[in-house]
């Protein structure tokens, strides 16, 4: 479990199916910014972020459970039908957003408390929405056996994510740098860039995923 070995792939595979990956996910990214900043003008700037965790649990689940479908078809040589890995998402949905809301304040709770717990607990649930999509298991017991996935593994997890954080963070960065006062259009169009360049962080993942399930198969 190399973290080098480990972006190198993702990012090949990334390139590889970019344009798969942006017809199936970029659309429901843009609507997630879109109601973001409909929202933000309806309460304003400074409401609570509450309002938009609530816009990202509508949607985040479904263009990552749709993202760890795609994944999961393409790693066995399949060409799944956009409609079809949709459809299993919209099920899935209710139990996904269950688990990204306990994980949600999980971290939060932790980033609360020194910042550290909660990068703890992050990199610990990390396989969570791979074990409830890919293996059917519920939103608890995505949570444990991720605990125990993860288990031996820290540093190297945590390595493969703030790798794949880090440039997207650089990318934010800047863009902000550029456009510090972003017209509306401007704004839609930067959340939907980050947002779906953050979908490689979920590659990454699932690699990483793979790679921990092969270990813990083989006698």
């Known amino acids: 479990m190399n973290p080098l070995s480990v972006l190198r792939d993702s990012l090949y595979f990334f390139r590889r199916n970019l344009l798969a990956i ?18 933000q003008h309806t309460v304003g700037e400074d409401a609570s972020p509450m309002y ?71 990199i610990r649930l990390v396989f969570a929405e791979y074990l409830l999509v890919l293996r059917g298991l519920t939103p608890m017991a995505a949570m444990r056996d991720s605990f125990q996935l993860t288990q031996g593994h820290f540093v190297r997890i945590l390595l493969c994510v703030f790798g794949a954080l880090i ?15 972003p017209s509306n259009w401007q704004a839609l169009l930067l959340d939907s860039v980050n947002g779906f360049l953050q979908l490689f962080t979920s590659v990454v993942l699932y690699r990483l995923f793979m790679l921990r399930v092969g270990d813990t198969t083989q006698p």
């Open 22 to 39: 942006a017809q199936l996910c970029l659309p429901l990214v843009v609507l997630e910014a879109l109601a973001t900043q409909m929202v």
């Open 52 to 122: 938009d965790i609530i816009v990202g649990l509508l949607f985040y689940p479904l263009y990552t459970g749709a993202l760890i479908l795609f994944l999961d078809a393409r790693s066995k040589g399949l060409q799944p039908l956009k409609r079809n890995l949709l459809a299993v998402t919209l099920r899935l949905w209710p139990f996904f957003a269950v688990l990204a809301a306990s994980s949600t304040v999980l971290i939060m709770l932790g980033l609360s408390l020194f910042v550290l717990p909660g990068v703890y607990v992050m």
């Open 167 to 181: 440039p997207l963070w650089a990318i934010d960065l800047v863009s902000n740098s550029v456009w510090p006062e």
